[in-house]
């Protein structure tokens, strides 16, 4: 979108080369008469000059376009005047994304270019977790007399991917009869050792424990854990009390839409059924699927669904009904992965009449309650609360420190409930 401006540079001009006009009659001064005449040619060009619109066109080069938190990114932005006329004064304002910081230069650039020309820049951000899209760069560009302005934008698209791809999933051993790579409770064929057993006549040759009757004359069979893939709906609290900060990062809601991405790559990548589910202004809700085009429309949901809008709603929509709609549409046997900041009781009772309908619920809190003050001190002690609850109820919580990539925290809480 284009607008129009004038700057006003040559009113003081005219009223000068008015005054001179008088004062030349006024006086019989040819010299007065010759400056006003001069004066009034500046004011009036940009008068009759015609309008124009530049073509723009922007391209960036990324450092790293997939770094780890917290890593700087290099940005080189270029410029190009595809139009045919000259650019006397252009000044670019690239489209950083709003979650990230500029750390070192500017993304500002002033310039003049001919027809064809380019001017290249660079500056430095510093990546924060999550995808991020450069909006459209600002330019504005004024006329060779200065007096009309046009500010337009410029879209160039560049994403940086500050995600990281997840080992497994904290999920609960609730598996379907499809193979996957859940090691599933079932013996059978698989890959991980479960136990020896007393060999049974009929038992495969591969699966004797060869070594076994070489040190004791004894056969033994070896039996495996057979692995499943699961049915699991992420579930997003997208309400308007989980879309909270730390300082001057992003809010939970971004955290968790940015963890749920990872999640279902690494769900569907392991053969699994997944789908997507979100309470907020509005229940978002994709059937549970498999494959590439499915991982492109979940994915497609957490960019566009509104329930992921990053603003907060200013009310939000009957919570109880849309929890009622969401039971009726899981499917059997589904389990789901819950991402919240714990930031009220009724997320909790959520999980707890969700687990009662036999959906096991597992949750993964990003922890963005800060402890500052007073107030948030007691906030931060009302969701340990919760987590305690949750677990006492056999619910597992993974908690996750936003400075931490996802999969590390998975690991770790896995690791500790496997001790």
């Known amino acids: 979108m284009s607008r129009f401006e004038d700057t006003n540079r040559w009113r003081g001009v005219l009223v000068f080369s008015a005054l001179a006009l008088v004062v030349g009659l006024a006086a019989n001064r040819p010299s007065l008469l010759v400056l ?3 004066g009034v040619v500046y004011a009036v060009y940009p008068e009759v000059s015609p309008a124009w619109e530049p073509e723009l066109t922007v391209s960036r080069q990324l450092s790293e376009t997939t770094p780890k938190n917290g890593e700087y990114v290099e940005v080189e932005t270029t410029i190009r005047n595809e139009g045919d006329r000259p650019l006397f004064d252009l000044r670019f304002v690239d489209g950083v994304p709003p979650a990230l910081s500029v ?4 993304p500002r650039r002033g310039a003049v270019l001919r027809p064809g020309a380019e001017t290249t820049y660079s500056y430095t951000v510093e990546a924060k977790r999550g995808k991020h899209r450069f909006q459209p760069a600002t330019a504005v560009v004024r006329d060779l007399s200065g007096e009309h302005e046009l500010e337009t934008t410029v879209v160039g698209e560049t994403e940086i991917d500050c995600t990281t791809d997840l080992d497994s999933s904290p999920l609960r051993p609730q598996t379907l009869d499809y193979v996957g ?40 069979t070896i039996e495996f854990r057979t692995e ?3 049915n699991v709906v992420v579930l997003v609290d997208a309400r308007s009390s989980a879309y909270h900060a730390t300082t001057d990062d992003i809010h939970a809601v ?6 749920a991405e990872q999640l279902l790559v690494q769900l ?15 229940l978002c809700w994709v059937p549970t699927g498999n494959g590439r085009e499915h991982l492109v429309r979940a994915q497609q949901a957490l960019a566009t669904n509104p329930a992921f809008h990053p603003v907060p709603p200013s009310d939000d929509d009957d919570q109880d009904r849309q929890f009622q709609t969401l039971r009726e549409r899981l499917p059997d046997g589904a389990q789901i992965i819950l991402l919240s900041p714990l930031c009220d009781d009724w997320i909790v009772t959520t999980v ?51 400075e931490v990539p996802l999969g590390r925290s998975v690991a770790a809480t896995q690791t500790r409930w496997l001790s």
Request: hydrophobic share 40%.
């Open 36 to 38: 006003a005449a001069v």
């Open 268 to 282: 569907l990548g392991d053969r699994n059924q997944a789908g997507v589910a979100a309470f907020g202004r509005e």
């Open 352 to 402: 707890r009449r969700l687990d009662a309908y036999g959906y096991p619920v597992s949750v993964v809190s990003p922890d963005v309650v800060q402890t500052d003050t007073l107030g948030r001190q007691l906030a931060a002690i009302e969701r340990t609360n919760r987590v305690t609850m949750l677990r006492a109820g056999d619910v597992p919580v993974v908690e996750w420190d936003p």
């Open 103 to 106: 750390v070192a230069d500017s």
């Open 254 to 259: 971004g955290l968790c839409v940015s963890a």
């Open 181 to 220: 790579r859940v090691l599933s409770a079932q013996v059978g064929q698989g890959i991980e050792f479960d136990r020896t057993r007393e060999y049974k006549h009929g038992d495969a040759k591969n699966r004797v424990d060869w070594k076994r009757y070489a040190r004791t004359n004894e056969l033994a």
């Open 228 to 230: 499943r893939s699961v």
